[in-house]
């Protein structure tokens, strides 16, 4: 006797939740929806702001960028040297 074949049958993810893990944070649901809407209006920036935010990120992270690519570059000068 031949076996049926089964076929396989895969279920969309439409994003929702069976239960609010809303409690791990201390708040109830309403309280939660109520704190991700403050949360969502509160984000917006001026174009001087955000300018300001990327100028600062560039202070930051440019000295390390620099040292990254001075360390890279020196190694393959030793690199051509010891090489030829």
């Known amino acids: 006797m031949k076996k049926k074949k089964h076929k ?25 929806e109520a704190f991700d809407e403050r949360r969502k209006n509160t984000a917006c920036f001026t174009a001087k702001e955000r300018w300001a935010m990327t100028r600062a990120a560039f202070l930051v992270y440019g000295p390390l960028l620099l040292i990254v690519v001075g360390s890279f570059l020196l190694t393959g000068i030793l690199l051509y040297f010891f090489l030829t």
């Open 8 to 32: 396989t049958v895969f279920l969309e993810d439409k994003g929702e939740t069976i239960y609010s893990m809303a409690a791990l944070n201390g708040r109830t649901p309403e309280e939660q």
